[in-house]
């Protein structure tokens, strides 16, 4: 089928043969067709990679907003300026 977009060759090593046998149980109404199988399988990991990252990202913002403000007050007004008051000029 013509395109524009990219194509890519994917050699059946014993990792990816294995994938699709896996894949051909779970989809068994594409079991004959190994290019359907390969694009389900892309998806399915693009879907459980975004999942992950959406729960590190959550567990991230989560981590800021329990530690926001726990340092408050540590540090006097004149902090910056006494600790810059031993620098050279």
Known sequence: ???IRRRYAITETDDISYALEIARRTWPDQADKPAALLRRLILLGRNTLADDHAATDKARRQAV??????LAGVFGPDYLRELRGDWPE
């Open 1 to 3: 089928m013509p395109t």
């Open 65 to 70: 907003e329990a530690t926001a403000g726990a």
